[in-house]
């Protein structure tokens, strides 16, 4: 098995997080890991962010098989009390069908530092297995659904989809010319 990762390319609709600048984040706010300079910061309860994201990394030709994706994202809790996130995956299918794998909802605790939280690997789109295609019309989202007393904050530096596959087969014929094996 291998992995890529799908990092945000654009925001989709309006941000409810702000950005380390004051403004609405945007998704350049969490498509690295550096938190002391980049992040998208929730103060209140149920704020929301959601992304597109970009083209897949690695050719669909060299992919066998989708095993599974997952969300993940890079969080660090400022204030008193526990907080909640919920990680989501939501778009539309190669088939024009729904993606929605339901919502995984993650207990983040006052850690002074930034931690790192997954979503369930989820091994369908929704009704069927993964293909290519789908990852086009992938989107992940991210919702603060706790806020202790209005005087939490949550703030993600990093929020991305990891793709795990199965690679495709080699092809005997490139290998034995590259080799110049003879069959």
């Not at 030709?61 to 994706?69: A, F, H, K, L, P």
């Not at 369908?124 to 295609?133: E, R």
């Amino acid at each position: 098995m291998a992995t890529f990762i799908m990092l945000p390319n654009a925001t989709v609709g309006t941000s409810d997080f702000t950005g380390n600048g004051g403004s609405s984040a945007v998704y350049s706010d969490v498509d690295n890991d550096n938190g002391a300079t980049q992040y998208a910061q929730a103060a209140s309860a149920n704020d929301t962010m959601t992304f597109e994201l970009a083209s897949p990394s690695v050719a669909e030709e060299d992919i066998g098989s989708i095993d599974s994706v997952q969300v993940k994202a890079s969080v660090d809790k400022f204030g008193l009390g526990n907080g909640q996130m919920k990680l989501s995956m939501l778009g539309t299918d190669a088939d024009g069908a729904t993606i929605s794998n339901g919502t995984n909802t993650i207990a983040v605790p006052f850690s002074g530092g930034y931690a790192n939280y997954s979503g369930a690997a989820e091994t369908t789109p929704n009704s069927g297995d993964w293909v290519y295609g789908d990852l086009a019309g992938l989107q992940i989202k991210a919702i603060n659904s706790f806020n202790y007393r209005g005087i939490s904050r949550l703030r993600i530096s990093y929020f991305y989809a990891e793709v795990t596959y199965t690679e495709a087969a080699a092809d005997v014929t490139d290998n034995a010319t590259f080799f110049g094996a003879n069959f």
